[in-house]
């Protein structure tokens, strides 16, 4: 796997953020069954800079925590054989030959205001926020109350299995 970091707002964490996301990604992908070498971009920015992707890209005018732009079509949540289909070619980086699987944009500030809100580490709150990020990467999403309850099991399970509480 390889991360193309982007550090917009020169966030500093009492964690390595890099290593962080790398750990949770790499337990997403264990976990879905992903075996191809893939690229993901992260961004780091503010509610402005996040504020603007959203608004630009989804039309919804207001800053967020986390936005994920997944590069592959799935016909199914996790179903990773689309990645052999006629999309290859279109998801296909030709300099590494590895899959550009999309790209993840946390807000630092809602990092550190949800970990407070909820009562956990700024750590746990951003490796909840990449796990989320991945999942939706993999094609996963929580727009129903059955796609949601299945998210929601995947990231607990998945931060559990790291050693990830909300301690």
């Known amino acids: 796997m390889t991360f193309y970091v ?6 500093k964490f009492d964690f390595d953020f890099e290593e962080l996301t790398r750990t949770v990604a790499e337990a997403v992908l264990k976990e879905e069954k992903c075996d191809y070498e893939v690229e993901i971009s992260l961004t780091i920015t503010d509610d402005a800079g996040i ?23 799935y016909d199914e949540p996790g179903d990773f054989s689309v990645v052999e289909s006629e999309q290859k070619n279109d998801i296909l980086n030709p300099d590494t030959g590895n899959i550009s699987f999309g790209d993840i ?59 990830i509480t909300r301690d």
């Not at 608004?55 to 925590?65: A, L, N, S, V, W």
């Open 6 to 11: 982007e550090n917009e707002v020169d966030a």
């Open 51 to 73: 504020h603007e992707i959203n608004k630009e890209f989804r039309g919804i005018d207001r800053p967020t925590d986390v936005l994920s732009f997944p590069t592959i079509n």
């Open 105 to 163: 944009v946390i807000n630092e500030g809602r990092v550190r205001s949800q970990a407070a809100e909820y009562g956990h580490s700024e750590k746990r709150e951003f490796a909840f926020l990449i796990a989320h990020s991945m999942l939706h990467l993999c094609g996963y999403d929580h727009m129903e109350d059955v796609e949601a309850k299945i998210m929601e099991e995947k990231q607990e399970s998945i931060l559990e299995s790291l050693g």
